[in-house]
Nanobody, 124 residues
């Protein structure tokens, strides 16, 4: 079955940058749309960024537009999230999701496969 392993989280000061990576295994990566969601304590999991299986289309939450960039490498079976100009409100556990032939890539319900999450903490 599909397995997703996130890495790259950590502690960073406001205004700094981090790059998250998600390693995919267990199926054919190019068939899956991929996304990053995040969940802060006491909050619901929310969409951050997504990329279609073709890699042609990307979508971002308004709160991260212009600061975060999602990309995929089909040769390495990975999806990455480059995060810049980080803010304390970006603090959360970040999860990678995979959706087989996913179309509505910003919808939580599209994703049946999830990683274990990686903590991102942004200090003021």
């Amino acid at each position: 079955q599909v397995q997703l392993v996130e890495s790259g989280g950590g502690l960073v000061q406001a205004g700094g940058s981090l790059r998250l990576s998600c390693a995919f295994s267990g199926d054919i990566f190019r068939m899956y749309s991929m996304a990053w969601f995040r969940q802060a304590p006491g909050m619901e999991r929310e969409f951050v960024a997504g990329i279609t299986y073709s890699g042609v289309s990307t979508h971002y939450a308004d709160s991260v537009k212009g600061r975060f960039t999602i990309s995929r490498d089909n040769a390495k079976n990975t999806v990455s999230l480059q995060m810049s100009s980080l803010k304390p409100e970006d603090t959360a556990v970040y999860y990678c999701g995979a959706s087989l032939w996913g179309y509505d890539i910003s919808s939580f319900h599209e994703y049946k496969n999830w990683g274990q999450g990686t903590q991102v903490t942004v200090s003021p």
